[in-house]
T-cell receptor, first 117, second 115 residues
Framework: AQKITQTQPGMFVQEKEAVTLDCTYD???????LFWYKQPSSGEMIFLIYQGSYDQQNATEGRYSLNFQKARKSANLVISASQLGDSAMYFC??????????????FGTGTRLQVFP | KAGVTQTPRYLIKTRGQQVTLSCSPI?????VSWYQQTPGQGLQFLFEYFSETQRNKGNFPGRFSGRQFSNSRSEMNVSTLELGDSALYLCASSLVSGGGTDTQYFGPGTRLTVL
């Protein structure tokens, strides 16, 4: 069965430092998409980055990059140059299939990131 | 372009009542999905709609239902509310271009409290 595991309930990082948030997944479908979302205390889920299972290169979006290791079934989020505004919950999610048939996302339990000055 | 909007943002109901939540997707987006978020269960998929048809449903009782209108706006309804239905209900929309990179964009959520 498809599953997302985030083993870090909480992480601390100093401003301007880089931080890695871990995510492992389990699926038997060769075609899938992996997403990271940020959820501030306001509650809205903010899309950060996407990685497709067939993508050859790791995804990057500004200060966010995804360390995709397919054989290990991991999709870690790297945030470079952390800012105070990065303090939030971060969720890893997976969609099986190539999209177009379903948008259903399976979420991990999240990691609470706190950035301190 | 306006984002996903959800109304109302906050709602307080009592056990046994019913509630309807509304979601307006991003303009041009044809798929709408609903999720329930609670401290105990985390984020759980409720259902998704595309072209007014439910194409996937999560493991929730029949008290939870939804629909999508021709303009892609969606509503979800919960009947006979229980205390455990207290949660943040999130709506998300996507373009459904047929490619693999379709991303779901979420609204701000409706926080439902059942007393």
């Amino acid at each position: 069965a498809q599953k997302i595991t985030q083993t870090q309930p909480g992480m601390f990082v100093q401003e301007k430092e880089a931080v890695t948030l871990d995510c492992t997944y389990d699926t038997s479908d060769p075609s899938y998409g992996l997403f990271w979302y940020k959820q501030p205390s306001s509650g809205e889920m903010i899309f950060l980055i996407y990685q497709g299972s067939y993508d050859q290169q790791n995804a990057t979006e500004g200060r966010y990059s995804l360390n995709f290791q397919k054989a290990r079934k991991s999709a870690n989020l790297v945030i470079s140059a952390s800012q105070l505004g990065d303090s939030a919950m971060y969720f890893c999610a997976m969609r099986e299939g190539r999209g177009g048939n379903t948008d259903k996302l399976i979420f991990g339990t999240g990691t609470r990131l706190q950035v301190f000055p | 372009k306006a984002g996903v909007t959800q109304t109302p943002r906050y709602l307080i109901k009592t056990r046994g009542q019913q509630v309807t939540l509304s979601c307006s997707p991003i303009s041009g987006h044809r798929s709408v999905s609903w999720y329930q978020q609670t401290p105990g269960q985390g984020l759980q998929f409720l259902f998704e709609y595309f072209s007014e048809t439910q194409r996937n449903k999560g493991n929730f009782p029949g008290r939870f239902s939804g629909r999508q209108f021709s303009n892609s706006r969606s509503e979800m309804n919960v009947s006979t509310l229980e205390l455990g239905d207290s949660a943040l209900y999130l709506c998300a929309s996507s373009l459904v271009s047929g490619g693999g990179t379709d991303t779901q964009y979420f609204g701000p959520g409706t926080r439902l409290t059942v007393l």
